[in-house]
C-alpha cells in the first residue's frame, strides 16, 4: 500500500468577495489571469472530470482529476494527478479550497493532502501553491497577478 500521509496547507485573506474567489479558481478566462493555466470543467458537478490547462503558443493538460464536492461559492474538492500519471490511481492526491467570508475579505484555505511523502508532486506544490496563491490574492486585489 501506498503511504499518502502528506499534506499541504496554505491559509491567506483576500480583500474580495466569496464568488470572485470561486470564479477566479474555477473560470478559466479569469484563472489564466494569475495562474498562466486555466482549471477546466464542463460542469464543476461531483464526478466531472476537470484539467489544468497551461496557456501560451500551444496548450498542453498539465494536471487531470475529477470534481469530488462543490459547493459554490465556499467548497471546491478536486482529485489532482500529474497527467502523465494519470493512469496511476496512487499518483493521484486531493485539493481542497474551502472559502470563508469575513467582512470585506475572504479566508481562503487550500489543503493538498494525500500526498506521498518525499514525491516530486508533493515538493513541486509546495514551491507552487505559494506563489500562485499570492499571485490571485494580488490579482483580485490590485488587478493585476504577479509574473509567475
Known amino acids: ?16 468577495t ?10 478559466p478566462e479569469v484563472c489564466r489571469r494569475y495562474w498562466g493555466h486555466e482549471n477546466v470543467s464542463e460542469d464543476w458537478q461531483p464526478g466531472s472530470d476537470w484539467q489544468h490547462v497551461k496557456v501560451g503558443e500551444t496548450r498542453s493538460v498539465e494536471l487531470v482529476g475529477k470534481v469530488i464536492e462543490c ?10 494527478a500529474n ?12 485539493v481542497t479550497y474551502d472559502i470563508e467570508g469575513k467582512g470585506d ?10 500526498l ?7 515538493k513541486g506544490i509546495s514551491a507552487g501553491w505559494p506563489i500562485v496563491l499570492s499571485s490571485m490574492k ?7 497577478g504577479l509574473d509567475i
Open 18 to 27: 466569496p464568488e470572485k474567489l470561486f470564479e477566479a479558481i474555477t473560470r
Open 71 to 80: 459547493d459554490p461559492p465556499r467548497r471546491l474538492v478536486v482529485s489532482w
Open 138 to 144: 494580488s490579482f483580485l486585489e490590485t488587478g493585476q
Open 105 to 114: 475579505m475572504v479566508k481562503l484555505t487550500v489543503s493538498h493532502d494525500e
Open 1 to 16: 500500500m501506498t503511504d499518502k500521509s502528506a499534506s499541504f496547507i496554505y491559509v491567506t485573506f483576500i480583500r474580495t
Open 83 to 94: 497527467e502523465s500519471q494519470k493512469d496511476d490511481p496512487d499518483q493521484y492526491s486531493r
Open 116 to 122: 506521498q511523502p518525499d514525491s516530486g508532486m508533493l
